[in-house]
């Protein structure tokens, strides 16, 4: 009888295909087969979790790097409208203003002021280092010279 069970698994073994048994020729026990696993399922683990952390410095150090501002200019323009972006959480208020050269740009609005359609304001342009993006931002009213008022009889 146990002849006949030792030649049954003799026979299954025996079916198995030639790669599957080449792939296990040098280890022996489960216990080894199961810590070859282990080790490769942690290798590759390992650099899985490295490639996406070099993936992750790489994407955020370039978005730093984008709004670093390289420029900062002070121009002057007439302001032509107002708008705003609300949001459940906050709202941004932009001033829509022509600038002296002829462009016209939003400039956002980071502390209370009146909306004066027609009047004179200050913009600090900045410029990023890469791509040279620009943004807007409101300082002030330009108060006009009364003295050219003045001068004229």
Known sequence: MVGSWAACIISESSRRPAAYARHWINVSSYREKLDLFVLRERISLTWK???????????????FLLYIPVQTVELLGTVVAHRAQTSQSSSRRYLVVR???????QARVYRHADYRPGRRVSLT????????????????????????????P
């Open 99 to 105: 600038l002296d050269d002829g462009w016209t740009v």
């Open 49 to 63: 979790s490295l490639l996406v952390a070099v993936c992750g410095v790489l994407i955020f150090g370039s978005l």
């Open 125 to 152: 342009e900045t410029t990023t280092r890469f791509l040279g993006y620009k943004w807007y931002q409101f300082n002030r009213y330009v108060e006009e010279s009364t003295d050219r008022e003045k001068s004229f």
